[in-house]
Nanobody, 126 residues
Framework: QVQLQESGPGLVKPSQTLSLTCTIS??????????WTWIRQPPGKGLEWMGA???????WYSPSLRRRISISRDTTKNQFTLQMTSVVPEDTAVYFC??????????????????WGQGTQVTVSS
């Protein structure tokens, strides 16, 4: 059973850098066809995909956030980390890490977020 656990500060001041870590258990961050993802949900709004790091280490970012975020991994600790610079109050949200499985064969493609962390509340306020 794969488990994901987010960790990081619950309160960040405006203009500071937010750093969140997702620790994976029950599975490896380097297993083929898995993409380790950060998603957030601001209060009263829907889910927002922020970015992901693939099993190979390749990263993708939301165009609206790419100037402020980076995702990295530590394969020895089986963790991946989100860093967001210059946070503003609008970055207040519940932040989730999730595993996405994407695989294509001659029969078609499978694309699903199959495991999620419980989420961590981050508030940006002075």
């Amino acid at each position: 059973q794969v488990q994901l656990q987010e960790s990081g500060p619950g309160l960040v001041k405006p203009s500071q850098t937010l750093s969140l870590t997702c620790t994976i258990s029950g599975g490896s961050i380097t297993t083929n066809d898995y993409y380790w993802t950060w998603i957030r949900q601001p209060p009263g709004k829907g889910l927002e995909w922020m970015g992901a790091i693939a099993y190979s280490g390749i990263t993708w970012y939301s165009p609206s956030l790419r100037r402020r975020i980076s995702i990295s991994r530590d394969t020895t600790k089986n963790q991946f980390t989100l860093q967001m610079t210059s946070v503003v109050p609008e970055d207040t949200a519940v932040y989730f890490c999730a595993r996405r499985y994407y695989y294509c064969s001659g029969y078609g493609c499978t694309d699903t977020f199959d495991y999620w962390g419980q989420g961590t509340q981050v508030t940006v306020s002075s």
